[in-house]
């Protein structure tokens, strides 16, 4: 055997697999930098966590049974990457936007609607219970549009000022690759939940166009101009608080003097009685002042200032 043949198999056999250390990676495609920019995507996630607490009271209220809604994501990225991250069959309600083209977009499971429906009509569902995914009947779908205007509520007070275009529940698809809420390279801002309603817990999605929520969040990195740095240094200084002290002349003392001071000593001052006391800032003195009283605290009256040139 040579010594090819000697070394292969230990170059080909597969490393040891480590279980329960498996790590997440998000593929990046660099041509098409879609990704938001951490500030961002800290004020996203902020009200879109507000979303779900919201979205789950509402839920509670209406379907009767303990829910909660909790934000996993937020990310940007293109609708047809969205689209095709949805399954084939699924429940999505398409919210026009006023004034913008595009639509944005609540997914879920049809199944885990057709779920809050029986329990809004006094049913009972079980994590054992399998229903169909199959579209609503027309008395279903009301009452899931009625979930939906619930939400859209919620949604426009969690984001605030972020979402300033009006917003309203449409129609309903649900075959997301038939869905056309959007032009294919259109950027979306994308926020996963899970929802659970009782024992059953299934995700959804809301997709909202990025055109109507990035200009609201301003620049990244806000840069001004180095025209008029001489004012904004001025301005900057003139806000910058600074410690006041009205101060004696000093005495001075030896040394030995000052190590022998006991309790009771006194120390004589060379400022005279009828002489303001200095006005210092920083140690350098910049006037002079009085010594007054406004109500139950001791002030200074400012008697004399004084210039000086930089």
Request: aromatic share 6%; hydrophobic share 45%.
């Amino acid at each position: 055997m040579t010594l090819l043949d000697q070394t292969a198999p230990s170059v080909l056999k597969p490393a040891p697999t480590r279980t329960g250390s498996a790590r997440s990676i998000e593929v990046y495609d660099f041509r098409r930098p879609t990704t938001l920019a951490r500030e961002h995507s800290r004020v996203l996630e902020l009200g879109f966590e507000t979303f779900a607490r919201q979205w789950g009271t509402q839920l509670t209220a209406k379907v009767r049974v303990l829910s909660q809604v909790t934000c996993d994501q937020v990310e940007m990225t293109t609708y047809d990457d969205f689209a095709a991250s949805l399954p084939a069959t699924t429940a999505m309600v398409l919210c026009p936007l006023e004034g913008v083209s595009a639509k944005a977009v609540i997914q879920f499971s049809s199944a885990a609607a057709l779920g809050w429906v029986t329990h809004m009509l006094g049913g009972n569902t079980h994590a054992s219970t399998v229903l169909p995914e199959r579209k609503f009947t027309p008395i279903e779908q009301a009452l899931v549009r009625r979930l939906m205007d619930d939400a859209l509520e919620d949604l426009r007070y969690s984001l605030g000022s972020l979402l300033v275009t009006p917003i309203s529940v449409g129609g309903f698809q649900y075959n997301s690759q038939f869905a056309q809420a959007a032009a294919k390279s259109d950027l979306m801002i994308v926020a996963s939940f899970e929802i659970r309603v009782g024992e059953l817990a299934t995700p959804a999605t809301l997709a909202l166009p990025a055109e109507i929520l990035l200009p609201q969040l301003g620049e990244t990195n806000p840069t001004s101009t180095a025209q008029n740095s001489s004012e904004l240094i001025d301005a900057q200084l003139a806000s910058v608080p600074v410690d006041v002290a009205l101060q004696f002349l000093p005495a001075q003392m030896r040394p030995t003097a000052v190590l022998d001071l006991a309790v009771g000593d006194l120390i004589s001052l060379p400022h005279p009685a009828h002489r303001p006391l200095d006005m210092t800032v920083g140690g350098i003195s910049v006037g002079r002042a009085a010594v007054g009283a406004n109500g139950s605290r001791l002030a200074g009256i400012i008697v004399t200032t004084e210039e000086r040139l930089a």
